[in-house]
């Protein structure tokens, strides 16, 4: 059975940090590409980034671009994003996904960027 635990999101104020983390199982995690989705309040999935299995590509959103960070350890089957400078808009549900759409994906962690 696939799994994707998803974890590390929380209140943080604007222009704080988080690292959100997903541990994976259930599947080859190394032989996959892995991506990072979110959904605000009210709204769709909205693809955030994705990485490959060799960790050799890592494309991002525009939005996105220069405040977050893509990483995986396929030793461990973990993924990471570090998320940097974050504003009110990036408040949603994060998810680690098997694919763009998110169609295969954990359970979701909150992050909420607020004063």
């Known amino acids: 059975e696939v799994q994707l635990v998803e974890s590390g999101g929380r209140l943080v104020e604007p222009g704080g940090s988080l690292r959100l983390s997903c541990v994976a199982s259930g599947f080859p995690f190394g032989a996959y590409t892995m991506y990072w989705v979110r959904q605000p309040p009210g709204k769709g999935f909205e693809w955030l980034a994705d990485?490959?299995?060799?960790?050799?590509?890592?494309d991002y959103a525009e939005h996105v671009k220069g405040r977050f960070t893509i990483s995986r350890d396929n030793a461990n089957n973990v993924m990471y994003l570090q998320m940097n400078d974050l504003k009110p808009e990036d408040t949603a549900t994060y998810y680690c996904?098997?694919?763009?759409?998110?169609?295969?994906r954990g359970q979701g962690t909150q992050v909420t960027v607020s004063s």
């Open positions: 996904a098997r694919d763009p759409n998110g169609a295969v």
């Open positions: 990485i490959n299995k060799g960790d050799t590509i890592r």
